[in-house]
């Protein structure tokens, strides 16, 4: 009986210890090790933090005026094609001159009668003068002939004015081109009858060209900079990107700043100028200014979907001997998807771009990919 008991607690140790080894083993198997998540990187070596603000843009010319007459009539003669380049003082159009020729030949006519008047009342004069120190004369008559001879001056002097009058007139018959550049289509044709203040045409100038933007007043101190240091074309900080997506080969440079804010929308009016010897920039064109920013130095640049906020500051994950490691950064600009790096980076490192979300310090992770890294 005393061996049947000894047998029977033997073997309820067996089974206790056997059930122990179990419960040991899959409480082993539960402390095991999730698997390592899978990540992208991003190697982080220095490149120029160069950037581009984009400002939209209209072309316009630096000089353009409407072409009016100033005087009435029929236009005679057209001296030029539409679209043509005309120089300074080119004759564009002519009005029929004939009331106005004849008018200044009257007016002419009027200043020879009112010269004669004045010669014989001169001469009048002088003789009255010296019959009136012999006392041959009564001193009124003298009086009244120097009356009269300073009516015939001013008879001439009107009749002077009148001529130079009329002549404007006839002078303004012939209309001529006021400096260089290229004039548009006529909105007359000869024979059509125009008076002052008819528009006829319009001409602009064409080189240098002038491309006009709109900048938000805290935006001012950097212009006014430009302005006051001037713009090495060689610098390309203002170029063009043209409606068909190409950039303009010739940089402009910053011009002018307006003479004042505009309160309703809060900006100013930028003017740069550009060259256009090739006449490839329009009048009235809406395109793009790019004005390019970049410290001139090398930069640490990342991916900015690699960074996480947390508190309002930054921080970044490297993988380190396959585990993802937190950094905090301070950050600069950001450029596009990228963003300057100022420190807690070093160049080289392997930044983890994908997969970010699902990281804490010292996660064991696996590299997938690598994304290029950052231009030099």
Known sequence: ?????????????????????????????????????????????????????IYPATI??????DIKPQISGNIVNIFFKDGQYVHKGQKLYEIDQQ?????????IANLDVAKANLAKSQQDADRYTELAKEDAIAKQTLDHQLADLESSKKQVAAAQANVQSVETNLKYSVISAPFDGTIGISDVKIGTAVYQQTLLNSI???????????????????????LQKGTNPKDSIFTVAL???????????????????DPQTGTIKARLIFSNEKNELKPGITTNIRVKHGSGEASLLIPYKAVVEQLGEYF???????????????LGTKI??????????????????????KLKDSTIVKTTSSAASAPK
Request: include cysteine; hydrophobic fraction near 40%; glycine fraction near 6%.
């Open 1 to 53: 009986m005393i061996m049947k008991n000894n047998l029977y607690r033997i073997g309820k140790q067996a089974a206790l210890a056997m059930l122990f080894a179990a419960c040991g083993s899959q409480k082993d198997q539960s402390k095991q090790a999730p698997p390592p998540v899978l990540v992208g990187t991003y190697v982080a070596e220095p490149g120029n933090a160069v950037y581009y603000d």
């Open 60 to 65: 316009t010319p630096l000089n353009q005026v």
């Open 99 to 107: 009331q106005y020729r004849a008018a200044y030949e009257q007016a």
């Open 204 to 226: 602009s100038s064409n080189n240098p060209m002038a491309v006009d933007i709109a900048i938000n007043q805290s935006e001012i101190p950097a212009f006014a900079n430009y």
């Open 243 to 261: 409606p068909d997506g190409s950039i303009y080969p010739f940089p402009g440079g910053l011009y002018l700043l307006d003479r004042a804010v």
């Open 316 to 330: 970044v994950y490297t993988v380190n001997e396959s585990r993802a490691i937190q950094h905090k950064v301070s």
């Open 336 to 357: 596009n998807d990228k963003v300057v790096v100022k420190s807690g980076l070093q160049t080289g490192d392997s930044v983890i771009t994908e997969g970010v979300q």
